[in-house]
T-cell receptor, first 111, second 117 residues
């Protein structure tokens, strides 16, 4: 079993839809949770960074962490074609420690 | 946010030669940098953790003599792929640990595409 599980997709939604991306994990030592966006042939870009359970909102993005269920989510509101990318969840046991990544979910937002 | 620069972004080299990839933290000091490898449509695989002034820590299965890592300063780490072969062709990405309002955060470079012919 992988430490971090993420559905690879592809996930296709119409423009304006709310997108829900999820990861589950097995290592209870993970304390820091991140979401990265990666466009094709580019390096990952940090979108959200959360510590412990709860919600965090930044513009159209909301990150949720449920440590009791070992489940994290990223919601994208009013999705745009420019949101089309691969979204990677990542987590670590300590701030700035090495990251364990999910496989990434490929998202396509269609006009 | 913090900026991490990688160079070159693309490189083609002949089989048997060596190629060096640089990773620089532009506006912060990075005591720790990480090197990843990513195959098409797959996630990032950590190769090694690089600490300034000390030897890199390699992940299991990664040949340290083939993938030489040097972290000579707080803003620069290099990855040298020695005696490259076509199977080494991949997307290599570095990341650096920086400090911002969230505490320690990891920022990624733009990646370097290596093609060995």
């Amino acid at each position: 079993q992988k430490e971090v599980e993420q559905d690879p997709g592809p996930l296709s939604v119409p423009e304006g839809a709310i997108v829900s991306l999820n990861c589950t994990y097995s290592n209870s030592a993970f304390q820091y949770f991140m979401w990265y966006r990666q466009y094709s042939r580019k390096g990952p870009e940090l979108l959200m960074y959360t510590y412990s359970s709860g919600n965090k909102e930044d513009g159209r993005f909301t990150a949720q962490v449920d440590k009791s269920s070992k489940y994290i989510s990223l919601f994208i509101r009013d999705s745009q074609p420019s949101d089309s990318a691969t979204y990677l969840c990542a987590m670590s046991t300590g701030g700035g420690n090495k990251l364990t990544f999910g496989t990434g979910t490929q998202l396509k937002v269609e006009l | 946010g913090a900026v991490v620069s990688q160079h070159p972004s693309r490189v083609i080299c002949k089989s048997g030669t060596s190629v060096k990839i640089e990773c620089r933290s532009l506006d912060f000091q990075a005591t720790t940098m990480f090197w990843y490898r990513q195959f098409p449509k797959q996630s990032l695989m950590l190769m090694a953790t690089s600490n300034e002034g000390s030897k890199a820590t390699y992940e299991q299965g990664v040949e340290k003599d083939k993938f030489l890592i040097n972290h000579a300063s707080l803003t620069l780490s290099t990855l040298t792929v020695t005696s490259a072969h076509p199977e080494d062709s991949s997307f290599y990405i570095c990341s650096a640990r920086g400090v911002d309002g969230e505490g320690n955060t990891i920022y990624f470079g733009e990646g370097s595409w290596l093609t060995v012919v």
